[in-house]
Nanobody
Framework: QVRLVESGGGSVQPGGSLRLSCAASGDSVSTYSMGWFRQAPGKGREAVVAIDSDGTPSYSDAVKGRFDIDKDNAKNTLSLQMNSLKPEDTAMYYC??????????????????WGQGTQVTVSS
């Protein structure tokens, strides 16, 4: 069992940066794949970026080159550095963990544990 709590969301202007954090408790996350997903109003949940237990990341095309994921097994945390933010990045961001193979990292239905989400709003 893994409990996940996100933090770091907020409002930022286009072109700005934010850093999200996800603190895990319960099991060690060292053997889990973890990821960031987001959901905008009226839309389905989509993958942002995920990383497998070996540290191999997989980025969605929408954020490649702008976002960076980091998993710290010693601290049981996951972070997301978001740069060059755009209005279309506005969404609720969720942290997730699960036993997911690297080739399936961007499939949210395969993750077992989810945080409550943190809101990111990009607007001028």
């Amino acid at each position: 069992q893994v409990r996940l709590v996100e933090s770091g969301g907020g409002s930022v202007q286009p072109g700005g940066s934010l850093r999200l954090s996800c603190a895990a408790s319960g099991d060690s996350v060292s053997t889990y794949s973890m990821g960031w997903f987001r959901q905008a109003p009226g839309k389905g949940r989509e993958a942002v970026v995920a990383i497998d237990s070996d540290g191999t990341p997989s980025y969605s095309d929408a954020v490649k080159g702008r976002f960076d994921i980091d998993k710290d097994n010693a601290k049981n945390t996951l972070s997301l550095q978001m740069n060059s933010l755009k209005p279309e990045d506005t969404a609720m961001y969720y942290c997730a963990a699960g036993r997911v193979e690297w080739w399936q990292l961007l499939r949210p239905s395969l993750y077992d544990y989810w945080g409550q989400g943190t809101q990111v709003t990009v607007s001028s």
